[in-house]
């Protein structure tokens, strides 16, 4: 069975960090491509980074660039979500996506259509 599961969310302080993890099973992240999405109360889902299969290219939403870094680590089948800075528009459940893509260098994009595979989410919550 295909799965992602999150974890690492919590509550945390304006200008405070967190490291989101998304653990996958039944398949190896090596042939997928990766996005991270979030869902504030009221709002759409939004994309914020993604990683192409071979972990090589990276692109991050204006809203979190320079504050956020995403990474992968293949020999445990994980993919993380550095986020530093953080600010009280970032509150939000994040999400982590996947879909498998014959080009190892192609980039999915922020389209959530793109993913077939999702994790449950977790919740981020930034408050003083």
């Known amino acids: 069975q295909l799965q992602l599961v999150e974890s690492g969310g919590g509550l945390v302080q304006p200008g405070g960090s967190l490291r989101l993890s998304c653990a996958a099973s039944?398949?190896?992240?090596?042939?997928?491509?990766i996005g991270w999405f979030r869902q504030a109360p009221g709002k759409e889902r939004e994309g914020i980074s993604c990683?192409?299969?071979?972990?090589?290219?990276?692109n991050y939403a204006d809203s979190v660039k320079g504050r956020f870094t995403m990474s992968r680590d293949d020999a445990k089948n994980m993919v993380y979500l550095q986020m530093n800075s953080l600010e009280a528009e970032d509150t939000a459940v994040y999400y982590c996506?996947?879909?498998?893509?014959?080009?190892?260098?192609?980039?999915?994009?922020?389209?959530?259509?793109?993913?077939?595979?999702w994790g449950q989410g977790t919740q981020v919550t930034v408050s003083s």
């Open positions: 996506a996947a879909h498998p893509d014959l080009l190892p260098s192609n980039l999915r994009g922020f389209d959530q259509r793109a993913y077939g595979l």
């Open positions: 039944g398949f190896t992240l090596d042939s997928y491509a």
């Open positions: 990683m192409s299969g071979d972990g090589d290219r990276t």
